[in-house]
């Protein structure tokens, strides 16, 4: 296949699942779906689009400048469909988001294509990429992973076209877009030059010409960070040399800091200790639980034991254990086998560096989190293409064109099963919308401070919508209990209660009527299990009773959001 005819079908591919995530946009109107982070990420990301604010977050310092001018290129009126606020710019980095899904799958057929020569077989792969749960997922809402991912997506093609041409152009590429994604989002840099650096030490061991390729490729690396950095650093106006600490999170409070050298980039604040950070073994369930939503489900879980006592879970999560294990295991013999290609070989140690490394990686963090797993489970991906060019050696064509179709047939089969799924979650921005606004007018943010888990998806549009934006005013008027954990680690479940129901007290004394959605008001114990990804169950449970006996209930109200009681002394 020549490669001009490879590129025709590779914008073929784009275009395709491209114009298919951008429908999935409009139809399911719903570009929270599996997370709000999108929309808390808003406000950052229109101060760019409308140039009222230059702000940078630690950890992905590329992506609100990137995101903000291409926004500015979509004009409103594109986006103002059904019920919107006056800001729309979280539906334009859904659309956003859709186009770089198409162009990773458009990679994924050139990745496949070298190795497969045929276009059915590259195809084929293809599908397993496009159609994968958390693929579907981040490529249609408004998370901020996409376009860190694709460009990882193109480090692996254009490392894998060197390793195969000795054309250098392309190891350059490879570096240009290692250097994309770690600007985008820095979770992304760790796995990949764990990978870069296995393949690295292999061709090292066989080939000592190619001693210089890792030197070569760090320091370059490091070249493009600095000169990112001279221009966004402290030498720069003071509306762009000031950036988002990690603090400045929905979790956090309010910092600021500077990017005074390439350290910042490579160890942004975001790895400050929180209380989403640190090893609990309550964390490789969720890391089981993110697996098992990769290939089929595509949920965000924030409790395992829902998602075990579900049938439809538990089924879809089998099915995605075993795409895993197939997938991983083909990589694995690949690496081992004597048969194996050089080529097939660097790219199955590859794969297997990624996925180790990364789910090492967020083990530490949030294993579940579907940006946590659409980069190391990326590996299975390689395993398809890897066990499609061990048929297309097998000496049978029309046997093998079979199991090459009814593999393409699985795909979409799981493809069209997550599309159903997500069906189910068609038109949330508004309902979500018009529950934050139903608070707001309930409880009038001048008079009323709530107190919530946290994390719940109309609390996110309460940010957005009630508040404007406005960070600091948001977090005077709204306590989120999960932050009781996730900003003092290491200190007693007790004395964080302690701490939190001192802040709702607090409150109280200046004159503040305060309402509560959980705890005082729904079960206890479905409270404490949903911080069981920032806390063992135990702790999680003195917590809570902690809470509870701190006060006692006055009146309640029975909104869309649910039942909030007021909250006495």
């Not at 989120?480 to 900003?487: P, W």
């Not at 004394?509 to 409270?527: I, P």
Request: hydrophobic share 50%; net charge neutral.
């Amino acid at each position: 296949m020549t490669t001009s005819r490879s590129l025709i079908a590779a914008v073929f591919v784009f275009l395709t699942f491209a114009s298919i995530y951008l429908v999935a946009v409009v139809e399911l109107d719903n570009t929270n779906i599996g997370t709000t982070n999108g929309l808390w990420k808003t406000p950052t990301i229109r101060g760019w689009e409308k140039v009222t604010g230059h702000k940078l977050d630690s950890g992905e310092w590329l992506y609100p400048p990137l995101y903000g001018l291409l926004c500015r290129l979509i004009p409103d009126r594109w986006v103002s469909y059904g019920i919107h606020g006056p800001v729309v710019t979280f539906r334009k980095m859904a659309l956003l988001n859709a186009m770089f899904g198409g162009l990773a799958s458009g990679a994924v057929f050139l990745l496949a294509v070298r190795f497969l020569v045929s276009v059915f077989a590259s195809l084929v792969a293809v599908l397993g990429h496009a159609c994968a749960a958390f693929v579907i997922l981040n490529s249609i809402n408004s998370e901020d992973i996409i376009p860190a991912y694709t460009f990882f997506v193109l480090t692996v093609l254009c490392l894998f076209a060197y390793l195969d041409s000795d054309r250098i152009v392309y190891f350059i590429g490879s570096i240009f877009c290692c250097a994309m994604l770690t600007l985008l989002h820095w979770t992304l840099m760790i796995p990949t030059l764990a990978g870069v650096v296995s393949v690295g030490l292999v061709l090292l061991v066989e080939d000592r010409r190619r001693a210089w390729m890792l030197p070569v490729f760090f320091g370059l690396f490091l070249i493009l960070l600095e000169l990112f950095r001279l221009g966004f650093g402290p030498s720069k106006s003071s509306e762009m040399k000031w950036v988002l600490s990690a603090s400045q999170s929905p979790t956090g409070s309010v910092g600021f800091e500077r990017i005074d050298s390439v350290w910042h980039i490579l160890y942004p604040s975001k790895t400050a200790l929180d209380g989403f950070l640190g090893f609990r073994w309550t964390k490789v369930t969720y890391a089981f639980i993110g697996i098992g939503n990769y290939f089929l489900g595509g949920r965000y879980v924030g409790d395992y034991r829902a998602a075990f006592a579900d049938p439809n879970s538990v089924g879809w999560m089998g099915m995605s254990w075993l795409f895993a294990m197939v997938t991983l295991g083909a990589l694995v013999w690949a690496s081992i086998r004597r048969s194996s290609t050089e080529m097939v070989r660097l790219l199955a140690v590859f794969g297997l560096a990624v996925f180790s490394v990364g789910e090492m990686e967020h083990l530490y963090a949030q294993p579940q989190d579907p940006q946590s797993q659409i980069q190391p489970m990326f590996a299975t991906i390689l395993g398809v293409i890897v066990i499609l060019e061990g048929l297309r050696r097998i000496d049978r064509p029309y046997k093998v064109r079979l199991l090459a179709l009814a593999l393409g047939g699985i795909f979409l089969l799981a493809g069209g099963y997550n599309a159903l799924l997500m069906l189910g979650s068609r038109g949330e921005d508004g309902r979500f919308m018009k529950e934050a606004n139903e608070l707001a007018q309930a409880f009038p943010p001048e008079t009323t401070v709530m107190v919530t888990q946290g994390w719940e998806e109309w609390n996110t549009w309460i940010y957005a919508e009630t508040f404007g934006g406005d960070w600091t005013r948001y977090l005077e008027r709204n306590i989120g209990l999960v932050n009781g954990f996730i900003r003092h680690p290491g200190v007693t479940p007790t004395d964080v209660a302690d701490l939190m129901a001192k802040q709702i007290a607090d409150e109280m004394a200046k004159g503040h009527r305060v309402v509560a959605n959980v705890v005082w008001a729904g079960s206890r114990d479905d409270f404490a299990y949903s911080l069981t990804n920032v806390a063992d169950i135990e702790p999680a449970r003195i917590y809570t009773d902690r809470l509870y006996g701190a006060f006692r209930v006055g009146r309640s109200w029975d909104t869309s959001a649910g039942r909030f009681v007021e909250l006495q002394k």
